[in-house]
């Protein structure tokens, strides 16, 4: 059983992964669109993720998916991979700054706190909720440099709010699926829609040829290691095991960690405001989610059940006297033997 200092550093671990994995996203698109579009880059990527992912899905797996489950998963993976990262990184083709993308998409957090409690019972506390604001507003300072000087059109704007949507609706989806599958099982069904998807688009598009450039390959390895089965594997472990709200917290350091991360990588400015702006992000993030408990249930990563047979309970005898003389000297009979319920319990695999 685990205790509760394993507990904790295992959450911080997930914590941890999330937010450095879900921010290596940014810089795997800088890194792919330098000689490819980006649909070629989404196409390549989720192909092979897919037959990464699929491939190790034969290979240690080997059993069946419920048609259900599978038509449950696509449907998630069109929502937060399709519609999510398809809309983002098209924004920023178009000259949306990526820090406005990212200011807009750290509305998220907000937004899953306020449907949680309705959806899904998840309680939002005042401390959630101040947290919460505290968080957005060290997001906008973060980003606040890269919010002037767009050349984008009016209505790109709203392509990454629509990919904020489309990945908040996948994750109340999720919770409420009525075959849960585990990660391993659910992650490569994921990839495979969406690289159908990307794939079609790319292809109707007359972008589906792949540059020779090492530096494209290199970029589609970084994406596809780090940010579909890194960042997309620990968001789903996230959210099974905090739920909605505390999940969506952790999207405010992706911000911070993408800034620091282009700082170190492709010497972005790096200035005060941004600093304290993280420091900020940090404050806000840790009064959403420490201290909380986690939403009833989710502790483990729900998988599929074998539906096994109900114990028949033995009957019960009630004691019932049995006269030998006058009812003075009436003595009770011995009772029969209780029949004993016995329950397999099974554990939740992780993934």
Known sequence: MPT?????????????????????????????????????????????????????????R??????????E???????SQGCYVGPIVWA????????????????????????????????????QWVGLGVGLAGVALVVRDDLSGATAPAWAYVLP??????LLAASFLERRVTVPLATADALPVHCMTSALLFT??????????????????VAVGWVV????????????????????????????LTPPTTAVWAYAMFGDGLG??????????????????LGTSAPAGHGTEAIPRTPEPTPTTAATTSPTPTPTSPPTSATPATPATRGRRTTNARCAAGS
């Open 161 to 166: 709010f629509t990919g904020m949507v489309a």
């Open 272 to 289: 005060a405001t941004a600093l304290v702006g993280m420091v900020i992000c940090v404050a806000g993030v840790a009064a959403a989610t």
């Open 4 to 60: 509760p200092m394993s507990s904790t550093i295992g959450s911080a671990g997930l914590a941890t992964g999330l937010v450095v994995m879900w921010s290596s996203g940014f810089i795997g698109a800088e890194l792919g669109t330098r000689d490819a579009t980006a649909d070629t880059l989404l196409m390549w990527r989720f192909i092979a993720a897919a037959a990464l992912l699929g491939g190790g899905w034969l290979l240690l």
């Open 62 to 71: 080997r059993r069946r998916l419920p048609v259900r489950a599978v038509v």
């Open 200 to 217: 079609a688009v790319a292809g109707a598009a007359g972008h589906a040829a792949a540059p020779t450039a090492g530096s494209f390959w």
């Open 92 to 127: 920023v083709g178009l000259g949306v700054p990526s820090g406005t993308s990212a200011l807009i998409a750290a509305l998220q957090p907000l937004a899953a706190g306020a449907l949680a409690g309705p959806l899904l019972g998840e309680r939002v506390g005042r401390r």
């Open 225 to 252: 290691v780090l940010s579909t089965v890194g960042g997309y594997g620990f968001y789903w472990l996230s959210l099974r095991r905090n739920g909605v709200t505390r999940t969506s917290a952790l999207i405010y």
């Open 73 to 79: 998963q696509s449907v998630i993976g069109i929502l």
